[in-house]
Nanobody
Framework: EVKLVESGGGLVQAGGSLRLSCAAS????????IGWFRQAPGKEREGLSC????????NYVDSVKGRFTVSSDNAKKTVYLEMNSLKPEDTAVYYC??????????????????????????WGQGTQVTVSS
């Protein structure tokens, strides 16, 4: 059974930083793309970033590029999202998701599939991030 568990959320002042973790189990870690998404109250789920485990390459949407960084610890089967220069509009529940293969985070496809979160098959329960002004 594939299981994803997010952690690391909390309350932070604007301009501060947080590191989120996505711990995976029940899957061949290197064979899956991991995506990060968020959902604010009253808004649709928004794709932020993804990483292809087979080559370690990551992609980002424009709203977080330069502020957020994805990394992976393959031995721990854990993907991290480092968030810097946080803004109040970053307040949301943050989710990680997994999809088999190496297609969804290719340069030519990443934005497309980050805009279609329902295409990812496996999801965690989310972790709350609140940024105060």
């Amino acid at each position: 059974e594939v299981k994803l568990v997010e952690s690391g959320g909390g309350l932070v002042q604007a301009g501060g930083s947080l590191r989120l973790s996505c711990a995976a189990s029940g899957l061949a870690f290197n064979d899956y793309v991991i995506g990060w998404f968020r959902q604010a109250p009253g808004k649709e789920r928004e794709g932020l970033s993804c990483i292809t485990k087979s080559n370690g390459k990551a992609n980002y949407v424009d709203s977080v590029k330069g502020r957020f960084t994805v990394s992976s610890d393959n031995a721990k089967k854990t993907v991290y999202l480092e968030m810097n220069s946080l803004k109040p509009e970053d307040t949301a529940v943050y989710y990680c998701a997994a999809e088999y293969g190496n297609t969804y985070c290719r340069d030519e496809y990443a934005r497309r599939y980050l805009s279609q979160p329902d295409e990812y098959d496996y999801w965690g329960q989310g972790t709350q991030v609140t940024v105060s002004s």
